[in-house]
C-alpha cells in the first residue's frame, strides 16, 4: 500500500504520523489466524485510525497553584500542543481502493463465529513522556496531566492570539466517538481536526533525550500467544523522539531538536482477558481450514 495519508503541515505543527495500517489488520477476525499466530482485532468494519500531527516540545515557567495547600509555587511545565484527523484506512489502497473494500465486505471472509455487533467508537487519547539523562540511564515516565490553571496559560500562548472559535482539549475534554474519516481528496482537511494539549510536570531538567508515546488514534491491537505464560495484550501507538542539548541552568526551548519522524509501532498494555472461547473466536478458528496460515 503506497498511498500517503497525511494532512499539510501548517500553523507550527512540524511533524505528521500519517497512518499505517496492514491488509492483516483490516481482515481482523475475518482471517483464519494458526495457534502460534498473533490474534489482530478488531478489524473491518469497527477498526478504526487517525493521523496525529505535533508541534515541538516546549515549556513555560509559571505560577502554579497546589490545590492541597491553596500555595502558588512557579515551575517549568512541559507541553505539546497536537491535532487529530480521523481517516479512512482503506485510502491507503490508492486506486485499489474499491477492490480492497470488496475483500473487506465479502461475505465469504465472515468469522464463523458469530461476533457482538461493534459499539460506538470511543477515543481516548493518552500521551505518555519518556525521560533519559543520557542514552545508558534509566528512563523516567511521566503520564500527560489534567490542570486547567496550566491549560488556560497555555492556549493564552499559543492559540488565543489568533482569535476564532478553536479550543484546546486536554486529553479528559479529547475523550469522545470518533467521529467520520476525513478523504485525503477533502480540499481542507483540517476543517474538522480536534486540537488538544498535553501537559507534564516535575520533568528532571537534565533530561537530555526523550520520547513522547501517543494511544488513542486507533483501536488496533494484538495478542501474541506466550508459550508459559498469558498471553500478551498490545495496542498500537505512535511514538516520536526528541532532544535537548542543554543543562538545567539555562532552559531554552529551541534546546528541543525532533529526531526523525513519528513510528507506528505496538506497546504492550496491562488488559486481562476473560472472553469466553477467546481463541476459537477471535482466530476465527470454527471455519474448516481452521490452523492453516492464510494469506
Request: with cysteine.
Given at each position: 500500500m503506497?498511498?500517503?495519508?497525511?494532512?499539510?503541515?501548517?500553523?507550527?505543527?512540524v511533524r505528521?504520523?500519517?497512518?499505517?495500517?496492514?491488509v492483516?489488520e483490516?481482515?481482523?477476525?475475518r482471517?483464519?489466524?494458526a495457534?502460534?499466530?498473533?490474534?489482530v482485532g478488531?478489524?473491518?468494519?469497527?477498526?478504526?485510525v487517525s493521523?496525529?500531527?505535533?508541534?515541538?516540545?516546549?515549556f513555560?515557567?509559571m505560577?502554579?497553584v497546589?490545590?492541597?495547600?491553596?500555595?502558588?509555587?512557579?515551575?517549568l511545565?512541559?507541553y505539546?500542543?497536537?491535532?487529530i484527523?480521523?481517516r479512512?484506512y482503506?485510502?491507503?489502497?490508492g486506486?485499489?481502493?474499491?477492490d480492497?473494500?470488496r475483500?473487506l465486505?465479502?461475505?465469504?471472509n465472515?468469522?464463523?463465529?458469530?461476533?457482538?455487533?461493534p459499539?460506538?467508537s470511543?477515543?481516548?487519547p493518552?500521551?505518555v513522556?519518556q525521560?533519559?539523562r543520557?542514552?545508558?540511564?534509566?528512563?523516567a515516565e511521566?503520564?500527560d496531566?489534567?490542570?486547567?490553571?496550566?491549560?488556560?496559560a497555555?492556549?493564552?500562548?499559543?492559540?488565543?492570539?489568533?482569535?476564532?472559535s478553536?479550543?484546546l482539549?486536554?486529553s479528559?475534554?479529547a475523550?469522545?466517538e470518533?467521529p467520520?474519516?476525513?478523504?485525503?481528496?477533502?480540499p481542507?482537511?483540517?476543517?474538522?481536526a480536534?486540537?488538544?494539549?498535553?501537559?507534564?510536570?516535575?520533568?528532571?531538567?537534565?533530561?537530555?533525550?526523550?520520547?513522547?508515546?501517543?494511544?488513542g488514534?486507533?483501536?488496533?491491537y494484538?495478542?501474541?500467544?506466550?508459550?508459559?505464560?498469558?498471553?500478551?495484550v498490545?495496542?498500537?501507538v505512535?511514538?516520536?523522539?526528541?532532544?535537548r542539548?542543554?543543562?538545567?541552568?539555562?532552559q531554552e526551548e529551541?534546546?528541543?531538536?525532533v529526531?526523525?519522524e513519528?513510528?507506528?509501532?505496538?506497546?504492550?498494555?496491562?488488559?486481562?482477558?476473560?472472553?469466553p472461547?477467546?481463541?476459537?473466536?477471535?482466530?476465527?478458528?470454527?471455519k474448516p481450514?481452521a490452523?492453516?496460515?492464510?494469506?
Amino acid at each position: 500500500m503506497a498511498q500517503l495519508i497525511k494532512a499539510p503541515l501548517t500553523g507550527g505543527f512540524v511533524r505528521t504520523s500519517s497512518i499505517e495500517m496492514s491488509v492483516d489488520e483490516m481482515l481482523g477476525a475475518r482471517k483464519v489466524r494458526a495457534p502460534t499466530e498473533p490474534i489482530v482485532g478488531p478489524g473491518y468494519p469497527a477498526l478504526w485510525v487517525s493521523e496525529i500531527q505535533i508541534k515541538p516540545l516546549r515549556f513555560t515557567r509559571m505560577s502554579v497553584v497546589d490545590p492541597a495547600t491553596g500555595q502558588a509555587n512557579r515551575e517549568l511545565v512541559w507541553y505539546m500542543v497536537y491535532r487529530i484527523i480521523p481517516r479512512d484506512y482503506t485510502e491507503l489502497a490508492g486506486e485499489g481502493q474499491p477492490d480492497l473494500i470488496r475483500k473487506l465486505q465479502d461475505p465469504e471472509n465472515d468469522p464463523a463465529n458469530k461476533l457482538d455487533e461493534p459499539v460506538s467508537s470511543i477515543r481516548v487519547p493518552r500521551f505518555v513522556l519518556q525521560t533519559q539523562r543520557d542514552r545508558d540511564s534509566e528512563k523516567a515516565e511521566h503520564v500527560d496531566e489534567l490542570n486547567l490553571e496550566i491549560q488556560k496559560a497555555i492556549f493564552a500562548r499559543e492559540v488565543a492570539r489568533r482569535g476564532g472559535s478553536l479550543k484546546l482539549h486536554n486529553s479528559v475534554e479529547a475523550i469522545g466517538e470518533v467521529p467520520a474519516p476525513v478523504s485525503i481528496r477533502d480540499p481542507d482537511q483540517l476543517a474538522t481536526a480536534m486540537y488538544g494539549v498535553a501537559i507534564w510536570r516535575n520533568v528532571d531538567p537534565e533530561t537530555d533525550f526523550c520520547s513522547v508515546t501517543m494511544s488513542g488514534l486507533t483501536n488496533a491491537y494484538r495478542i501474541s500467544p506466550m508459550a508459559d505464560g498469558p498471553e500478551v495484550v498490545e495496542h498500537k501507538v505512535v511514538v516520536q523522539e526528541f532532544s535537548r542539548p542543554g543543562d538545567q541552568f539555562f532552559q531554552e526551548e529551541q534546546e528541543f531538536r525532533v529526531i526523525g519522524e513519528p513510528q507506528w509501532t505496538w506497546r504492550a498494555g496491562s488488559a486481562k482477558l476473560d472472553v469466553p472461547d477467546l481463541d476459537t473466536v477471535l482466530r476465527n478458528a470454527g471455519k474448516p481450514e481452521a490452523g492453516k496460515t492464510s494469506n
